[in-house]
């Protein structure tokens, strides 16, 4: 028989923090109610042994890490909780269980509201309640907050429960995001409503289709086949009749998307960089580098097709915060706007995690005239993302209107004028971090998008208008505190060239957004700190940014926008 032996469980020391915070979601009303939150708890390396617990049994397992990959357990990962209605006295939130110690408390729900911080003792077997108010910041009415791309168990390389990632966007301030998982079909409606989240954020399902050796594509909404394995994703192998990159678009679109998406594109095993793609602006073409791209015959696709496809919808230019990928895929657009493809441009954030690179960091905001999520139609939200109605943001809110004297145009749409152009331009942001630069993109092209900084062929990015953005204070009626910047720039004839022309608004700064965005940065804690300053000092991190899709300029009066290097014939 099996030999049995006892042990003793010798139980860690504890301590317990309870979190009673309200939020104030209408930036017109002082109204409160109990919404979605994150809290973060930053200690020193002592402290950092035992974690949170859920009981005190398995607290120096690290509980709360039991879905980190291990790159995230390191460094000044803080303990995270996401939190259904920020007040652990409401299920199914819980009090926090933590090893006794000091630590800084950081409260937040997303980078249109303020933030709440407090240093908190623990001691052993002692309760302490952190209280306050989450303001709304910003007026972000009629905008929804969205993403496009994100991962969780269905995906092979995450292991992100759907509760949690339901949990992340909410309480990020995400209003709308597609599922995405690899060649699989995750549908989380379901938990939006087991949460009762249904007021707060919506979803549909989508699928990246991952192919290996062409890059990875997103296709939504897809709605999942119950008796399908993995939802009856599309199939990009295609046995021995591989479908090329233009057919697999197609046949995304067959299986309901809507939406085709490029995904990622300068990464070193994606679309663009994979095909090593050649812009001719003599010939008006884009094709690619035979001499780069996989052979077709390899990967058992027709040899009479090219490889460069341009029948899908939209591109991310920021996937996560990886800067330098954007720059090249910024330029990849410029190109592609210049040749004519209205190609939406996306900020997402690719997480694969439950906490750290934050679902909705960084994001895509979508005009929807009414931004209920109650009321939310999935139809003209669709509408409007691919006419182009939306800008990408880490944080900022933007708003643009171009005018002549008889007519008016925003994003997306098209203005037809022979006169002196004004362009109205307002940016919002919390009172917590500024942008400060404004820069006007119009009609750019690039040879080679994909050179790196120091590689002969590479060109710096350079707006052709640039100008300084100074801070108003407002007090909105909610009783938070943020900042608006507005100006207004003249285009006239030196500047439009007597030409059609696309005209991108980009807003920067240089504050950084951590640790309400965790997809870069770090600190320094010293839990010995009297002040919130002392205790931590934040050494890097994502930057604030909006970067807007074109309003496009029918300068010759035919009526429409004809690109200057418009392609005749479009694979």
Not at 90 to 102: Q, T, Y
Not at 316 to 339: H, P, Q, T
Not at 496 to 518: F, M, R
């Amino acid at each position: 028989s099996a030999q049995q032996t006892e042990s003793t469980i010798e139980l860690s020391s504890q301590a317990t923090l309870q979190i009673d915070i309200q939020s104030a979601n209408d930036i017109n009303s002082d109204s409160l109610e109990y919404s979605p939150c994150r809290v973060l708890l930053f200690s020193d390396a002592l402290s950092r042994k035992g974690g949170l617990c859920e009981n005190a049994a398995i607290c120096t397992d690290n509980e709360p890490f039991r879905h980190y990959k291990k790159w995230e357990m390191g460094g000044n990962t803080p303990y995270s909780q996401h939190l259904r209605y920020c007040n652990t006295a409401m299920a199914p939130d819980e009090p926090l269980k933590v090893v006794p110690g000091r630590y800084l408390a950081f409260i937040s729900r997303g980078p249109e509201y303020n933030t709440l911080q407090e240093i908190i003792d623990l001691s052993d077997g002692s309760t302490k309640t952190m209280n306050g108010t989450l303001r709304r910041a910003v007026d972000s009415t009629a905008l929804v907050a969205s993403d496009y791309h994100v991962h969780q168990i269905a995906s092979t390389d995450s292991v992100v429960s759907f509760e949690d990632r339901v949990l992340g966007f909410a309480s990020n301030g995400i209003d709308f995001f597609v599922t995405t998982d690899h060649d699989a079909i995750s549908d989380l409606r379901p938990i939006v409503a087991d949460l009762e989240l249904q007021n707060t954020l919506n979803t549909l399902p989508g699928s990246e289709v991952s192919t290996i050796d062409l890059g990875h594509f997103n296709g939504w909404p897809l709605e999942p086949a119950e008796d399908k394995n993995f939802g009856d994703p599309v199939d990009w192998a295609g046995g021995r009749n591989r479908p090329n990159p233009g057919q697999l678009f197609d046949l995304m679109r067959e299986r309901g998307a809507q939406v085709v998406q490029v995904n990622h594109p300068r990464s070193s095993s994606s679309y663009l960089q994979k095909l090593g793609v050649l812009y001719d602006f003599d010939k008006h073409s884009i094709q690619e580098d035979v001499s780069k791209a996989p052979p077709p015959e390899v990967m058992h696709m027709d040899t009479s097709l090219p490889l460069f496809a341009t029948n899908f919808d939209a591109i991310e230019i920021f996937n996560g915060v990886r800067f330098s990928d954007a720059e090249k895929v910024k330029k990849d657009w410029f190109n592609f706007l210049s040749m004519g493809l209205k190609v939406i441009g996306t900020g997402v954030s690719d997480s694969h995690n439950a906490y750290t690179r934050n679902p909705g960091d960084p994001r895509t905001y979508v005009h929807l005239d009414n931004d209920a999520a109650a009321a939310f139609d999935s139809a003209a939200y669709i509408e409007n993302f691919l006419d182009g109605k939306a800008f990408m943001s880490s944080a900022p809110i933007l708003r643009l209107l171009l005018k002549d004297s008889k007519a008016s145009a925003t994003m997306g749409e098209t203005l037809s004028s022979t006169e002196t152009l004004t362009l109205d331009i307002e940016v919002q942001t919390p009172s917590w971090y500024k942008v400060n630069t404004l820069n006007i993109y119009l009609n750019k092209t690039f040879i080679d998008p994909g050179a790196s900084n120091g590689d002969t062929n590479y060109e710096a990015i350079a707006p052709n208008l640039t100008t300084g953005l100074l801070p108003e204070v407002v007090q909105w009626p909610n009783g938070a505190t943020g900042y608006r910047y507005t100006t207004e720039v003249s285009l006239d004839e030196s500047i439009l060239n007597n030409e059609d022309t696309w005209l991108v608004v980009e807003a920067i700064g240089s504050d950084t957004l951590y640790p309400v965005s965790l997809s870069s940065g770090s600190a320094t804690i010293d839990s010995n700190a009297s002040s919130i300053e002392e205790f931590l000092t934040i050494h890097g991190g994502a930057t604030p940014f909006a970067l807007s899709n074109p309003i496009f300029i029918d300068r010759d009066g035919d009526g429409s926008f004809v690109a200057k290097y418009a392609m005749q014939n479009a694979p």
